[in-house]
């Protein structure tokens, strides 16, 4: 047997310069099967996305047709919308949920902490909200990611900082809104976003209420909450954006379709000008009405955008669309249930009360200068 086995062993070590070069084709063909797979998918995206339009048109033209009613009508004008925006937003969903996915195997949890932890707050605040945009953050990982941050030193401030920034300046909702209103209304809400989660991170910061935590969050020990991070290569990068994809499309096509479904409704069913009669400049009392509107309501950023775009086009006020957008984003209610688990009731007003105050700054700035 001994002679079997060193036989076994030495079919591995001496390799020729043709097994090594056969070895190497094989490690690189994964690598360009899905490069190619990408480029391919990245012109058939494009390809479809630029005819978009005029198939949008010619369904909307033969459904009136099967139905007798006039495509210029309440109806038509609610189909077309809802034909064209459909396939266009989750079209730009899938593509950015894509790219961001692989961003975002970049920055681990674990890696998160290491970047902010030891930080000084005013450093801090801006480093957590930019980091909130490219990192994973949804209300199921509210819990570890304020447990993991507090426990290894991040100051309560900057973690907030990040606890805003990350839903508030959303990438899906970024990208969709630089697809559907171009880059200007895209850098507004990033650059407010972002402001917000800054200037109240370090609010909440200077207010020194950790002894409003949870007190079994100083309980554990931030040694046991590190992980051994698996350094990916591109293949497992894109697996890892392709992986978002299948995760995140798959869950919330169903809310960017009803979302699309009500702007439909608003797009064909609405006067014009009704929306600017109780969402314009000239009614003071828009903006925090559409603040506490929007605080109950639960929905995604992908779902909340064709909303949006219905209630700029019916005469709604820049502000005041804005503001009710980021509060259903950034202050949604089953988002506060999650994080009571770890944060006491005062410290959950203040949370809701400095966020809010920064999103009605926004909307009234935001009509007086549009």
């Known amino acids: 047997m001994e002679p079997i086995q060193e036989n076994a062993c030495s079919c591995k070590a001496p390799r020729t310069g043709g097994n090594v070069a056969a070895e190497t084709a094989m490690e690189r063909k994964p690598l360009a099967l899905y490069l190619g797979g990408s480029a391919l998918f990245l012109v058939a995206w494009w390809i479809l996305y630029k005819n978009l339009l005029p198939m949008a048109e010619f ?3 033969l459904i009136a ?25 989750l079209m730009l969903l899938t593509l950015v949920v894509f790219g961001v996915g692989i961003v975002r195997s970049f920055f681990t949890p674990e890696r998160t902490r290491a970047i902010l932890a030891g930080k000084r707050e005013s450093v801090g605040n801006v480093l957590a909200a930019l980091l909130g945009v490219v990192t994973p953050f ?14 290894t030193g991040v100051p309560l401030g900057v973690t907030f900082s990040f606890l805003i920034a990350a839903p508030m300046v959303n990438e899906i909702a970024l990208v969709l809104l630089y697809g559907l209103f171009g880059w200007k209304i895209a850098a507004i809400y990033a650059g407010t976003g972002l402001l917000i989660a800054m200037i109240a991170g370090w609010t909440i910061g200077r207010l020194k209420m950790e002894k409003h935590l949870e007190d079994w969050v100083f309980q554990i020990q931030s040694g046991g909450l590190g992980a051994e991070e698996e350094d990916l290569d591109w293949v497992g990068r894109i697996r890892y954006g392709i992986e978002a994809v299948r995760d995140i499309v798959g869950k919330v096509w169903l809310y960017v379709m009803l979302g699309i479904a009500v702007g439909a409704g608003i797009h064909g069913y609405v006067p014009e000008g009704f929306m600017a009669s109780f969402m314009g400049k000239s009614a003071w ?8 509107i929007g605080i109950p309501m639960y929905s995604n950023a992908a779902g909340i955008i064709p909303i949006v775009q219905a209630l700029l086009g019916k005469g709604a006020a820049l502000g005041t669309v804005l503001a009710f957008m980021m509060s259903v984003i950034a202050l949604s ?7 009571r688990k770890v944060l006491k009731p005062r410290l959950i007003a203040v949370f809701i009360g400095v966020v809010a105050v920064g999103i009605l700054l926004v909307g009234y700035i935001f009509n007086f200068l549009f």
């Open 65 to 89: 047709g099967i139905g007798g009613f006039e495509v210029e009508g309440h109806l038509g004008r609610s189909i077309a919308f809802f034909i064209y925006d459909t396939p266009k937003v």
């Open 59 to 61: 369904l909307t033209g």
């Open 285 to 292: 009392w828009s903006v925090p009405a559409s603040v506490l």
């Open 138 to 151: 949804c209300s199921c990982s509210a819990v570890p990611l304020f447990l993991g941050f507090v426990t």
């Open 333 to 339: 209610l089953p988002e506060m249930i999650i994080l």
